[in-house]
């Protein structure tokens, strides 16, 4: 008689993924952030690995978007203290999906809604879409202004989203509410989350050597009074350091501030207003690389 061999329920998410083709990792157990650093290049299909890993812990499943070839679009529900863009206080529209719904009614487009999707484990959607080739989609907030409107993320590279199967701490679940193949992205949400083309790098900032010191402190300190008087609704300080390491990741990308003083003036800031330690890193993080696309340069000798 063949004895049955019954794997743990993670192990199964994660191996179901991967059938899929999508790169998985683990997450720490109950949450939602990653279990290892460099979780995009150490995501993987490989049944070997995933076994390995899953079999020494109840991990969660992460999909890394861009190694798995899929856009996500996120339609999330409004958490405490969520204020509504002026823009968009319309009759009907309460949440992620409504603001989805009015994006697309707007194009003269059908809602998308034929395509692998999950309820997340706070009561939104997560619907999966093949990513279009030649695209360097990335992620949006919608809540930061990005993107297609509030309530509505997006994942694709450098992103990722949590596998159905995966259960957190307060014993919500990640269920799959549509089984079937990732549909493709329609090409009209591709124009729509394409970024448009950056403006120029602005000119060098020419302050006196004897003021370029005051200068870089005068920025520091700014951005870390921005953090100490961001309002506590909704993620209100979480982007408050989000926007301050922008500022501050322009004069490091510039080559006019050490990168380790940036970040340590605005890891104590984060801190000391109350954002949890992974917010503040994932911000920062996030902050330099966007900061990094537009730098900021300091020359000396002649009077600003």
Known sequence: MTATITRPPLLTAALAAA???????????????????????????????????????????????????????????P??????????????VVDGADVFTTVCERAGQAVPLDTYTTGTASGGTHLYYQAPDGADLRNTSGDKGQGLGPLVDTRANGGYVVAAGTTLADSSTYTTVYDRDPAPLPGWLVTA??????????????????????????????????????????DGRKHAVFYAAITLGRLVAGGSLAETDAHDALWSAGLAAGVKACDVRSSIRSGFRYGAQRPRTITTGVPA
């Open 193 to 234: 989350m394409t970024p448009a083309p950056l403006p120029p790098p602005p000119p060098p900032v020419r302050i006196e050597g004897d003021r370029v010191a005051r200068f870089l402190a005068t920025a520091v300190q700014g951005s870390v009074d921005h953090i100490a008087a961001a309002g506590e609704a909704g």
């Open 79 to 92: 958490k405490p203290g969520f204020e509504w863009p002026a823009a968009w206080l319309l009759a009907g």
């Open 19 to 77: 059938d899929r083709g999508w790169s998985v990792f683990p997450l720490v157990p109950g949450a939602k952030r990653p279990a290892v650093r460099s979780w995009e290049q150490r995501a993987t299909t490989n049944v070997d690995r995933i076994t390995r890993c899953w079999s020494t812990g109840a991990y969660g499943v992460g999909i890394a978007c861009g190694p798995s070839g899929l856009v996500v679009v996120d339609l999330d529900q």
